[in-house]
C-alpha cells in the first residue's frame, strides 16, 4: 500500500487477512472496497468500524451485491413508497446446487445468509434484534456431517419477522428468492428473467446453476460504484458497519445452532440409559429441530457480549448513495 501511485485498495483475501488490510488502509486513507465478511468475527469488525470512524469520514464498502440488482432495488423502492403499507414479514430462500468440500454447518449461516441478513436489514430499513435456527433432518444429498438444510428466522426493532430458508446442497440450481408481505398487499422477487421453453408438450424453465450467473452484472455494478466514488473521494454502497452488522447477526445465529446441538449431545446421554425399575423409560429426543433465540450485538439493546456497539453518526444514512 506504500507503494507509489496506490490510489485504492480492493480487499478479495481470505476473510482472515481482511481486518490487517482494512486497518492498514484507513491509516493511509485509502479508499477500500472489500469482500464480504468485512472480518471473520464481530469483534475485528468492530475495530474495523472504530478506525474508519475516528478518521470521521466513510473509505469502506462491503461486497453485499444484491443491493445493486434491479429486482431488489425496485423491492426496495417500492418499500420505501408505502404503497402496500408496513412490512411485516419477509420469506427468503437462499439455495445452491452443491456446496464446496471446506463448507461447514456454520458457514450455512456466516457465509450464505450473510447475504439474507444485509439485504433484509436494507429493504426494510431495521436492525434485527433475535435470532433463532431450526433444522430439519439433513439431506440424503448433503456430504456427511453437513447439516444442511437450515431455517434461520429473524426478528427486528420495528416488528417485522423474516425467515430464511437455506439450501446448499438442493441440486438443481441456484435460487435467490425474497417476498416481502405487508399489511396492503405482497411483492416477490427472483423468479423473472429465466428462460421458459414449451415443446414436445412440455415447459421448462432453466435454472441458473451457480451464484455467478445470477449476479454477474451485480458483481459488475458494486465495482464500477465503488470505483467512481473512490475518484471523487467518497464512499457508496454497503457500509462497514453494515459489514459490522451483519457479522454480529450470523455470530448470533451461529453460537444459536451450537448451543442448541450441545444440548441435545447432553440430553441424549443423558436420557438414553435404561435404568432398572422405571416403568417409564426416558429416551432421546429423535428430533432434528428444536430451536433457541439469540441476541445480537448491533446496538439495539441485544448483546453477544458485555461490550454493547453504538451505531456512530458517520454510519446514520443508508441505501446505495
Not at 423473472?192 to 421448462?204: E, L, P, Q, S, Y
Not at 458497519?241 to 445465529?253: L, N
Request: glycine content about 10%; overall charge positive; hydrophobic content about 40%.
Amino acid at each position: 500500500m506504500d507503494a507509489p501511485g496506490v490510489d485504492a485498495v480492493l480487499v478479495a483475501s481470505p476473510e482472515a487477512a481482511h481486518e490487517e488490510a482494512l486497518l492498514a488502509a484507513c491509516a493511509r486513507g485509502l479508499p477500500v472496497f472489500c469482500e464480504k465478511p468485512l472480518t471473520p468475527d464481530s469483534a475485528a469488525a468492530l475495530r474495523v468500524v472504530e478506525a474508519e470512524a475516528r478518521l470521521g469520514r466513510r473509505l469502506i464498502q462491503v461486497g453485499f451485491m444484491r443491493r445493486y440488482d434491479a429486482e431488489y432495488a425496485a423491492l426496495k423502492a417500492l418499500l420505501d413508497s408505502g404503497d402496500l403499507g408496513r412490512p411485516l414479514l419477509l420469506h427468503c430462500v437462499h439455495r445452491n446446487v452443491s456446496s464446496p468440500p471446506h463448507f461447514t454447518s456454520s458457514m450455512l449461516i456466516s457465509s450464505s445468509v450473510s447475504h439474507e441478513i444485509d439485504a433484509a436489514r436494507w429493504l426494510l430499513g431495521q436492525e434485527i434484534t433475535a435470532v433463532t435456527v431450526v433444522r430439519p433432518t439433513p439431506s440424503g444429498k448433503a456430504p456427511a456431517g453437513l447439516l444442511d438444510p437450515q431455517l434461520v428466522l429473524f426478528e427486528t426493532a420495528g416488528g417485522a419477522v423474516i425467515d430464511v430458508e437455506v439450501f446448499v446442497n438442493c441440486g438443481f440450481g441456484y435460487e435467490v428468492r425474497c417476498e416481502a408481505v405487508c399489511e396492503r398487499g405482497s411483492a416477490r422477487i427472483g423468479e423473472a428473467g429465466a428462460m421458459t421453453v414449451h415443446a414436445a408438450g412440455r415447459a421448462r424453465t432453466d435454472v441458473p446453476q451457480d451464484y455467478v450467473v445470477r449476479f454477474a452484472d451485480e458483481y459488475d455494478r458494486e465495482i464500477r460504484a465503488w470505483v467512481t466514488a473512490a475518484r471523487e473521494g467518497r464512499a457508496v454502497g454497503p457500509s462497514a458497519w453494515d459489514g459490522y452488522a451483519a457479522t454480529a447477526v450470523a455470530e448470533a445465529g451461529v453460537a444459536v445452532a451450537a448451543g442448541r446441538r450441545a444440548r441435545r449431545r447432553r440430553r441424549g446421554r443423558a436420557s438414553g440409559a435404561v435404568r432398572r425399575g422405571q416403568r417409564r423409560l426416558r429416551t432421546a429426543d429423535p428430533r432434528p429441530g428444536g430451536h433457541r433465540r439469540q441476541k445480537p450485538n448491533t446496538g439495539d439493546g441485544g448483546c453477544l457480549s458485555r461490550r454493547r456497539a453504538e451505531r456512530p453518526a458517520l454510519y446514520s444514512g443508508g441505501g446505495n448513495a
